[in-house]
């Protein structure tokens, strides 16, 4: 347990923002981007606006959620930390569990604070956000545990970020549409499918990113 | 240290792709013994050191190890952004000790502890990996060219180290394409188990 603590701040260390493997604001400027361009596109079309508001913020997380992917995984493959991981004992699930909860520490919480911004750009009424960042308290563990699973399964190939982003998209579907739909119909229901759906996932990823890892190794 | 290192493999094989690079070996290793592993580039020491590690499966044969495994291969398994003293503590801490200044000066690392370990030379990374094998004081040692981008002195610091780590009890296993003096002089040709 105690080698797992000092893993997870070592990943920690990494990710979050201002973190050695930098790059960790990128998601939060990226998103807050998109949020600030629709308005741009549709014009100053203030009912509109509030009304697609709400998916455009999803949009833009997801999308969001695909840029630290390419140097999630693969750099520790690379450097060969995970044999030496192995070598003492360390499972690849657990040293992937413990970067599915780095992964969404670094991530996560500042994509629900700049939702704020993001909200008001948009001009989203107070119950319309909170569905949104209750949606996305939901949802964003679903898509951490996603963009692990593919970023390791592609750590071992040469192919970087465009095929990340091109995987993640539509397996996240199924989390965008319950958590964006649960705007249409407030009660509730979207949100705990979604949340459901983001617990299966995080239970799953980290046996599936360490299979992946671990056939990286043995290959 | 806590019991008699063992490594002992039995009739192993290994494959890449659809080849079968060697098949075979038997090996048997008790502690305070050193096995040099010779052999031309691709004749599979890399992947027999790792099979020994247990980081790859054997085609066929089996391993049997006693003792904990310490391993250097090209790759230094050290954050490249972090600051050397950092990248080294994570590992030191994770085997539950702490990087001895006594062997980082041996190391002349003493004053690189700052320097972040992407800005290091080819000899300092190695160094710095061995520094890593040192503070995990593992009684198997799995070198894979230990020597690669060392000077002289280095050469002759990792032939110290392997002579006291054998004396100490540890079991040693070499693969190096230049010559290297261990304390004991047995030579595993790899190309006599070609398939």
Not at chain 2, 12 to 26: M, P
Not at chain 2, 136 to 163: F, K, R, Y
Request: hydrophobic share 55%; glycine share 12%; proline share 6%.
């Amino acid at each position: 347990m105690n080698a797992l603590l000092r893993l997870l701040l070592r990943d920690l260390a990494m990710l979050l923002p201002g973190g050695r493997r930098g790059g960790s604001l990128l998601p939060f400027l990226f998103f807050l981007a998109v949020a600030m361009l629709f308005p741009f596109a549709v014009g100053p079309d203030a009912p509109l606006l509030a009304r697609t508001g709400g998916g455009v913020i999803w949009v833009a997380a997801l999308l969001a959620a695909i840029l630290p992917l390419d140097r999630l995984v693969a750099p520790d493959l690379e450097l060969g930390t995970f044999d030496q991981l192995a070598l003492r004992g360390v499972s690849e699930e657990a040293a992937m569990a413990m970067r599915l909860i780095a992964h969404w520490l670094s991530f996560a919480p500042l994509l629900l604070l700049a939702t704020l911004p993001a909200a008001a750009l948009l001009g989203l009424e107070g119950e319309i956000m909170r569905i949104v960042l209750l949606g996305l308290l939901a949802g964003t563990p679903g898509l951490a545990a996603l963009g692990l699973m593919i970023s390791a399964l592609t750590a071992g190939l040469r192919v970087g970020a465009a095929l990340t982003g091109l995987l993640l998209i539509p397996l996240a579907v199924p989390i965008l549409i319950f958590g964006a739909g649960a705007l249409s119909q407030p009660d509730g229901a979207g949100l705990a499918l979604c949340g459901a759906l983001s617990l299966v996932l995080v239970a799953v990823a980290p046996f599936a990113a360490g299979a992946a890892v671990r056939a990286a190794r043995e290959g | 240290m806590q019991t008699v290192p063992k490594l002992a493999a039995h009739q192993l094989a290994c494959r890449r792709g659809d080849r079968i690079l060697f098949r075979g070996l038997d090996l048997s290793l008790a502690g305070g013994e050193a096995l040099y592993l010779s052999g031309p580039n691709g004749i599979g020491k890399t992947s027999l050191l790792r099979i020994l590690a247990g980081l790859m499966r054997p085609y066929a044969g089996s391993v049997a190890r006693e003792g904990t495994i310490g391993m250097v291969d090209g790759r230094p398994a050290l954050d490249p952004q972090a600051p050397l003293g950092t990248a080294l503590s994570f590992w030191a801490r994770l085997d539950g000790g702490a990087a001895s200044d006594e062997k980082l000066a041996m190391l002349g690392l003493s004053d690189l502890l700052d320097v972040p370990v992407r800005y290091l030379s080819t000899g300092q990374t190695k160094r710095a990996a061995l520094a890593r094998l040192l503070a995990q004081d593992a009684q198997i040692w799995l070198l894979d060219e230990p020597l690669n981008g060392l000077d002289v002195q280095g050469v002759a610091l990792v032939e110290t180290l392997v002579a006291q780590h054998c004396a100490a009890g540890g079991i040693a296993l070499v693969a190096s394409h230049q010559p290297i003096a261990l304390p004991t002089s047995t030579t595993l040709a790899i190309v006599e188990y070609v398939a």
